[in-house]
């Protein structure tokens, strides 16, 4: 696609959000974002629909599911255009970004009618029941068990799902639990999709360091899920669960990345007021998240190129110890900028904001893949060093 | 802006990475270290002559190739991958920019295309090698005479300067600033620096009242308030774009070296806290790389003041990445990491000397931050 379809479609995002994103939807801006999710869970839904109306919801899905069937050079302008805008943080990303795509490549044609809608339209919330108190990095050890009843069809479930972002604020949750009595790791595992609103869900709030509760913990005692919502067949979970987290390719990263560069902005401008500028100490450090931020950009349009070489696999490969380590970085050269003044809370939004990403920041390098599982698939799949002596079964 | 390197792209990196395995391995560059020359004539003559390396950083008009910024890096990455021991940073990323900003048309005309042609090697005697500009002084005086010009002085360090055909003096002139080229005949002194890193050559150059003639004056009188910045820039990108190959050739080495070892019964590529530090080593490599690459095509777009400082911040990484790929190199060899025999020393010390060239880690950050605080924006 030509350079001036991009401009185009840059100018025309640039004119919505200037449009939209103003009067009631005024207080979202910048908000919302990882560490800050539950901020404004109601408005933030409104927000969603006011997308939706304007068809930003889901613009990377085909057309003929509703999307935009944008490239990802296109989206990835979106991105960085409602990132400068300073677009909230997305409740519908699980949905659009994880469940749409997951669907739209595996499920039944029941399941897209019936799902991809909400997600499209902003009236339906997805979260996602992956990780278990005792499997975490280790996703195989799965231990919620789901039971067929042979006479209605329905699976039964029940275990503790656990870090389920946004569950208490979502409508339903995917599921991936242990459907073959006896499996275990990456076998007999299966996918299900579960209403939350449902006597056997309980939802429990964790109360996370920076004092929000965005994560939940989500009981399953007897749940039910109707035999038309398994995707893919039962015993293949693994495969579906693993194929969600590929369509993950951190075209969002680019619009986050946005949000890192206002925080370093907002670094700079207290470095300036309060003096901190002068320090060449600090000054160095400063420079060296600038040095980080501007490699990021070049590394993230590396990772979402079409690039099938060695070095790029690698980069792929690399890059999301690369971001997590620079913003908990970012998180503690913002403390040491403010000094003595960061040790008082409240009274001050932008001390607010910053003291959020040093506390938050501080679970980009655990989620998503700890730094040290990132360093062992690292050096494992891109290094083809030898793998982790795996301890007994599961 | 695309950092996929297309077809063309792509064929000269794995031509030029094919190549120097196998005429810049270990043994070659060791003989040249063992020398004392720091400079492979052999290597040289098939790299600018047989091959036309030089020619691609030369523009259409002088008889080059006129290839960009990426291509130019991605030479240097593969020379730096190998240590190779030619003038190839001095002569397309220090002395062909640095004739395109300064030099007159006949200049240009009487020397591009003799680079192109792989028939000269070019050094550039810069006043201040240590500096982010290292044109911002020079020790070297010019006047004029009625024949043409004495020069006098003596440049400490001048990289490449025995291998050089011809050498690029920047002198003060009175008020102005003036280019001059000095080729082997022109009767200045010489003089060969036993160095740390024995991949590089440095030299000694002195003028003692040396009488040049007044074609020597490349610049035409045009060199005082020409743009000189880009062609720094050029050379900071080709030696940031050097540091990083040197530490995938260094890594590598460590991973090749890692998977042979054994002890207590298993490789030590096979430990944790091997296989981790290979790992942030690689992302950082990710990293510096990306940068190298973005900044190139940036570079290639022109240059502003951003520009300036993403080179600076490229080779900031570059710096800190292979004095880090190579002290690991050392560290996780053990023993035999302290040996002569073994090559992480090579990188070692190159990994030292190219971080003290124009500019350290420490510099390019000051001058980043100078971009952010006393010029303006931030990110």
Request: charged share 25%; glycine share 12%; aromatic share 8%.
């Amino acid at each position: 696609m030509s350079a001036d379809t991009l401009t185009q479609l840059r100018t025309e995002v640039r004119a919505w959000m200037a449009d939209h994103l103003r009067g009631r939807f005024e207080p979202l801006r910048y908000r919302g974002n990882a560490g800050d999710g539950d901020a404004f869970p109601e408005l933030r839904k409104e927000w969603e629909r006011e997308l939706a109306a304007g068809r930003w919801t889901c613009p990377g899905w085909p057309e003929e599911h509703g999307g935009r069937g944008l490239s990802v050079a296109e989206q990835v302008v979106f991105q960085e255009e409602y990132g400068i805008a300073g677009g909230p943080g997305r409740m519908g990303h699980i949905g659009e970004g994880l469940m749409g795509p997951t669907l739209i490549a595996f499920g039944t044609q029941e399941q897209k009618d019936r799902f991809l809608p909400g997600i499209r339209a902003g009236t339906e919330y997805w979260c996602q029941g992956y990780s278990e108190p005792s499997a975490g990095s280790d996703l195989g050890n799965i231990r919620t068990r789901a039971r067929q009843d042979p006479s209605t069809g329905d699976w039964h479930v029940s275990g503790q799902k656990v870090w389920t972002s946004l569950a208490h604020l979502s409508d339903w949750i995917f599921v991936l639990a242990r459907c073959e009595e006896g499996s275990v790791g990456r076998n007999g595992l299966v996918f299900l999709l579960m209403p939350l609103d449902q006597p056997g869900v309980e939802v429990q709030p964790i109360r996370q360091i920076g004092g929000g509760a965005e994560f939940n913990s989500v009981f399953l005692d007897d749940a039910v899920a109707k035999p038309e919502h398994v995707v893919g067949k039962p015993g293949e979970g693994w495969k579906i669960a693993m194929a969600l987290l590929g369509f993950e390719r951190g075209i969002s990263t680019l619009g986050q990345q946005m949000a890192f560069a206002q925080e370093l902005d907002l670094i700079c401008a207290i470095a300036r007021e309060n003096g901190a500028s002068r320090s060449p100490a600090m000054r160095q450090r400063i420079a060296k998240a600038w040095v980080g931020l501007r490699a990021m950009r070049y590394l993230a349009m590396r990772v979402l190129s079409e690039d099938t070489s060695e070095e790029a696999r690698r980069e792929r490969l690399g890059y999301k110890y690369h971001w997590s380590n620079w913003h908990r970085d970012l998180g503690k050269l913002a403390m040491d900028v403010m000094g003595t003044e960061a040790n008082l809370v409240g009274g001050d939004l932008r001390r607010e904001r910053l003291q959020q990403l040093f506390l938050f920041s501080r679970a980009d390098t655990i989620y998503g893949g700890t730094n040290e599982i990132q360093l062992n698939l690292i050096a494992e799949q891109g290094l083809g060093m030898p793998r982790e002596p795996r301890g007994g079964l599961g | 802006m695309d950092l996929v390197f297309n077809d063309e792209q792509r064929f000269i990196r794995e031509e030029a990475r094919r190549f120097l395995a196998d005429k810049s391995a270990s043994e070659r560059v060791r003989q040249t270290v063992n020398a004392g020359t720091g400079f492979d004539a052999g290597l040289w003559s098939a790299i600018a002559g047989e091959l036309g390396w030089c020619a691609m950083a030369v523009p259409e008009a002088h008889d080059g190739l006129g290839l960009g910024k990426t291509e130019l890096a991605i030479l240097m990455e593969a020379a730096g991958e190998r240590l190779a021991a030619v003038p190839l940073w001095s002569t397309i990323c220090a002395g062909v920019p640095l004739l395109l900003a300064v030099a007159s048309d006949e200049a240009r005309q009487h020397y591009l295309p003799r680079i192109a042609a792989g028939e000269i090697a070019v050094a550039v005697a810069w006043g201040n090698a240590g500096a982010v500009d290292p044109l911002s002084a020079t020790a070297v005086v010019a006047e004029a005479t009625e024949a043409g010009y004495r020069l006098g002085g003596r440049v400490a360090q001048v990289i490449d300067l025995e291998a050089a055909d011809v050498v690029l003096v920047p002198a003060r002139l009175g008020e102005d600033l003036a280019l001059f080229a000095l080729e082997r005949d022109a009767g200045h002194e010489v003089r060969r620096l036993e160095t740390l890193d024995g991949t590089r050559q440095i030299g000694e150059l002195t003028m003692r009242g040396l009488a040049v003639c007044a074609q020597s004056r490349l610049d035409g009188g045009a060199y005082t308030g020409r743009d000189v910045a880009g062609a720094v820039a050029t050379a900071q990108l080709g030696l940031a774009a050097e540091q990083v190959g040197a530490a995938r050739g260094v890594m590598d080495v460590t991973l090749a070296y890692v998977a042979e070892r054994v002890q207590f019964g298993r490789t030590i590529a096979s430990f944790q806290a091997v296989k981790h530090r290979c790992a942030r080593l690689e992302v950082d490599l990710a990293e510096a790389r990306a940068l190298v690459y973005g900044a190139a095509a940036t570079l290639e777009a022109g240059l502003g003041a951003e520009t300036a400082r993403e080179v600076s911040a490229a080779r900031a990484l570059a710096s800190d990445l292979l004095f880090r790929a190579s002290e690991e190199a050392i560290q996780l060899h053990g023993g035999v990491g302290f040996t002569w025999e073994y090559d992480p020393h090579l990188y070692f010390k190159r990994a030292q000397a190219a971080c003290s060239l124009l500019g350290s880690p420490e510099d390019h950050l000051a001058v980043i931050a100078a971009g952010m605080f006393e010029e303006g924006a931030a990110a």
